[in-house]
């Protein structure tokens, strides 16, 4: 009762264009009650559609979600498998819900790991979003920021590009033509980006929070939303 106020939508004078969100902590979330780990990433998910909606509502114009990293892929095949499907099963089910709200779809990731059949229906989930206007929703799958730069280097090699500058570089990333994080939150209790945006974060503010992600409702969302507000961004000037 004598907690902290609760933060509203309306209390937020200052919304970064791009939020990106590391979702961790299913796993322990599932751990905790005893419950397979699939199951907390099955919960986690569920967390996603209503941070989506969140976002939505709140004008913000690009939210990225960290889904899977290139590391993931060295998790037991039975995890790997779980996350997939789930992963899979939303960005294919939520299509004409993402349509109605006029949200286009971007998924960041080395896709080559994915066999062709699953390959192609992300593909076509993207396509068929991506004349929307409204909020941008990445999806980092397959993701790793080392990988990502590594073939972007690869790409300028191959066009025969001499004079690289560094817009040169973001515009082979994934994120090409996208503004670059301006808030960068991480659940879960660690404090690190384990591969995440690197290049594009690197004037991103960080915000670290102790819950587990199954368990970061909108008013901790928002919570971080208004503190980016307070922070004073400098970008070494
Ligand atoms: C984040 O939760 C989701 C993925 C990495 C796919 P974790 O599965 O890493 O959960 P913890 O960190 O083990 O609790
Ligand atoms: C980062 O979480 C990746 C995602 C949330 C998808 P991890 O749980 O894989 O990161 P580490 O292993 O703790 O660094
Ligand atoms: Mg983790």
Redesign the pocket.
């Known amino acids: 009762m004598f907690g902290k106020k609760k933060i509203k939508s309306t209390d937020i004078k200052v919304l970064p264009r791009h939020v990106a969100i590391i979702?961790?902590?299913?796993?322990?979330?599932a751990?905790r009650r005893a419950m397979p780990?699939t199951a907390?990433?099955k919960v986690?998910s569920e967390n996603f559609v209503k941070t989506v909606d969140a976002c939505d509502r709140l004008g913000i114009e690009c939210l990225t979600v960290?889904?899977?990293?290139t590391e993931?892929w060295q998790r037991d095949a039975e995890?790997v498998e779980g996350?997939l499907k789930i992963m899979h099963a939303y960005i294919i089910k939520y299509v004409p819900e993402l349509m109605k709200k006029n949200i286009r779809l971007r998924i960041l990731g080395d896709l080559s790991y994915f066999d062709e059949k699953s390959r192609a229906a992300l593909i076509e989930s993207q396509h068929k979003l991506e004349n929307n206007t409204g909020l941008t929703l990445c999806i980092a799958l397959s993701y790793g920021g080392r990988n990502e730069i590594k073939q972007a280097v690869e790409a300028l090699i191959k066009e025969g590009v001499t004079e690289i500058d560094e817009q040169a570089i973001s515009d082979r990333l994934y994120t090409a033509h996208l503004p670059d994080p301006d808030l960068v939150i991480r659940t879960?209790g660690?404090k690190r980006i384990s591969n995440f945006l690197l290049w594009q974060s690197a004037y991103a503010e960080y915000y670290f929070s102790d819950t587990?992600?199954p368990d970061f409702d909108e008013s901790k969302l928002l919570e971080a939303i208004e503190e980016f507000g307070r922070r004073k961004r400098r970008f070494g000037k």
């Not at 960290?66 to 990293?69: D, G, L, P, R, T």
Request: hydrophobic letters at 30%; a negative charge.
């Open positions: 979702m961790d902590g299913n796993g322990r979330w751990t780990r907390g990433h986690g960290y889904a899977f990293s993931n995890e996350i879960g660690e587990l992600w």
